[in-house]
């Protein structure tokens, strides 16, 4: 990255900063403070590294008697290292690096709270590292563990789910031997319907829609001797996902949920108690939603979802024409 602040507002604070009579501590905190406004919501990436770099500058600014400045300037960071949009690992590494180096400090001087954030954006780092070969899947699941231990669902609900997603997803991401295939799958089953006894869909729609859409994913694909009755399960577990997911107002998250919808209707018999007679009904309604998801989609850019979806459409109307014949 450049280092030069492009937002002429941002240069102007950054000024006054250095042109204030206060303390070195309240200079330091005020950069903290800004960089974090930057990341709140930002604009474009270019927020996001005007954001790092106010942090680089709060760094050098805490002197050896303010440990706990330093360590939120380097968590901070990290924060925005890792939103910044990437190709590559660098500034993954870069944000694993902040935050480990800002771990020790924390848990001498912070709160739990402080501590468990961090860990816990250090497992989102590591799981995107896995991709690049730069960390495990083990490491970001120890991370996920450790933030777990402060964030209960009884006190934090909505960090324990997302934390219980990460788990679950991380799980289903490990590389395992295919007889240990089934213990994965259940385990991450498990981390999703842990995380729904704390998270309603009142008091936290978007946790409870994410966690019942992933729970239906991975019991849709859940490797048992009842598949019928897991993709029932599957089904009702997506309509709670779709009583948050609307086309006007998540439309990719709706479209994303409604294909997995259609995915297990695609499979699943009209009579479940007579799956002899096959599937016509539920093949048109699958049909519909697939429609439905490629045109939003589309819409988007999203251009490889609508080639998988254009290929699901062709092999319902192959089925649809065999029950024709």
Known sequence: ?????????????????????????????????????????????????????????????????????KARCLSGMGTALRTIPSEGAELLLEAKTAYETALPILEEHASPEEIGETQM?????????????????????????????????????????????NIAIAYLSLPLSPDQEKMRQGMAVQSFEAALKWVTLIDHPSEYAMLQNNLANALQYLNTTHPIDNNLKALAAYDEALKVRS????????????????????????????????????????????????????????????NIVTEMLQDIDREIAAFSQ
Not at 30 to 54: C, F, H, T, W, Y
Not at 156 to 164: G, K, M, T
């Open 121 to 165: 954006n250090l497992g989102v780092v590591l799981q995107g590292l896995v991709n690049f070969r730069q960390a495990t899947m083990q490491e970001a699941i120890q991370a996920y563990q450790k933030a777990a231990k402060v964030f209960t669902g009884e006190s934090y609900p909505q960090e324990f789910a997302i934390l219980q997603n």
């Open 247 to 306: 086309r006007q107002d998540t439309p990719m998250e709706y479209a994303n949920t409604i294909a997995n919808k259609a995915n297990v209707l695609f499979n699943l018999p009209d009579d479940v108690e007579h799956p002899e007679a096959g599937n016509p009904n539920n093949l048109k309604q699958s049909q519909a939603y697939y429609q439905e998801a490629k045109q939003i989609f589309g819409d988007y850019g999203q251009w490889e979802r609508v």
């Open 1 to 69: 990255m450049t280092p030069t602040i492009s937002d002429a507002n941002v240069k102007a604070a950054l000024a006054a900063i250095e042109s204030e009579t206060a303390t070195l501590a309240e200079k330091v905190e005020m950069l903290i403070e800004m960089a974090a406004g930057l990341q709140k919501k930002p604009k474009n990436s270019q927020q996001l590294e005007d954001a790092v770099l106010l942090y680089r500058r709060g760094l050098e600014l805490a002197t050896p008697d303010l440990p706990l400045l």
